[in-house]
């Protein structure tokens, strides 16, 4: 299938982060390669390597990456007689078509206008672009074609901190939960769609505001719990948390490893 992923956004929490300011949140490294790379790989695992980058803010970093990528960053190779003999490769069998799709287009036009890319296909995947998890992308396409649905999401439980209090009308608290054990279920931004979305997202409109939503009314929309791995690259911390773990060898994302 071809993968779609939304990788235009300006990213304003993470770039007091950026010498210079202007490289897209995708583009931030964890380990050896930016987040993007990660996100490829997770679908590439899967079989999926037929690409669609909408591209926006920042637009020439991620150009650039892949016209000048360099194979030894993240492969073992042999130096002999001044020639680089490669022992695996990561992109050699992607297929990466690079689009504008502007600065400021909200996701459900950068869709919008990918759309001619995605003619002949009635199913095809979408992505963020910022978030790694180890959910088994195959059983959630399945789950989807068995379940003849316009749109599947990926559900999570919410990662922040916060309680949830239960005040009573004479303001003493009944109880106190986390979030993340409260029966709330978020998205995760792992899509499988239908051509039939395009049917409802308008102009300038949201995937999930608008496709999403009116797909849910007409009882076309199907979501995919998962409690497993999920980590979403939103903020400075949260990309050095995720550099960290890869650095230490904790990459439960990184499912090409343990094959």
């Known amino acids: 299938m071809k993968v779609v992923l939304f990788c235009g ?3 304003t929490r993470m770039r007091s982060d950026l010498p210079g300011g202007d490289i897209p949140k995708p583009m931030q490294l964890v380990g050896p ?3 993007l790379w990660h996100v490829m790989r997770y679908y590439a695992h ?3 390597r037929d690409f669609i980058l909408c591209l926006g803010y920042g637009a020439q970093h991620i150009k650039s990456f892949f016209l000048n990528y ?3 960053a993240s492969n073992d190779f042999v130096l002999r007689n001044g020639r680089v003999d490669l022992l695996s490769t990561d992109i050699s069998d992607w297929s990466i078509s690079l689009v504008d799709t ?3 287009s909200p996701i459900g036009e950068r869709l919008r206008r990918v759309r001619p890319y995605l003619e002949g296909d009635e199913i095809f995947l979408a992505n963020y672009a910022d978030v790694l998890t180890d959910a088994p992308l195959s059983d959630i396409v399945e789950r989807f074609r068995a379940a003849d649905a316009g749109a599947s999401m990926m559900v999570v439980p919410p990662s922040n901190t916060f309680h949830c209090v239960d005040v009573g009308e004479d303001g003493r608290v009944g109880s106190i939960t986390a979030v993340s054990e409260m029966p709330l279920w978020v998205n995760g931004g792992f899509f499988v769609l ?3 979305v395009f049917d ?3 102009v300038n409109g949201d995937l999930v505001a608008d496709g999403c939503a009116e797909l849910a009314k007409r009882g076309r929309l199907l979501a995919y719990p998962h409690r497993g791995y999920w980590r979403p690259s939103d903020t400075v911390n949260q990309r050095l948390e ?3 773990a890869w650095a230490r060898g904790d990459r439960p994302w990184a499912l090409w490893e343990y094959v």
Do not use: A, M
């Open 33 to 35: 390669r930016p987040l």
């Open 242 to 244: 995720l550099d960290q």
């Open 9 to 11: 956004g300006r990213g």
């Open 70 to 72: 360099q194979e030894t």
């Open 102 to 104: 502007g600065v400021d």
């Open 46 to 48: 899967f079989g999926h």
């Open 194 to 196: 239908r051509q039939e």
């Open 200 to 202: 409802h997202i308008p």
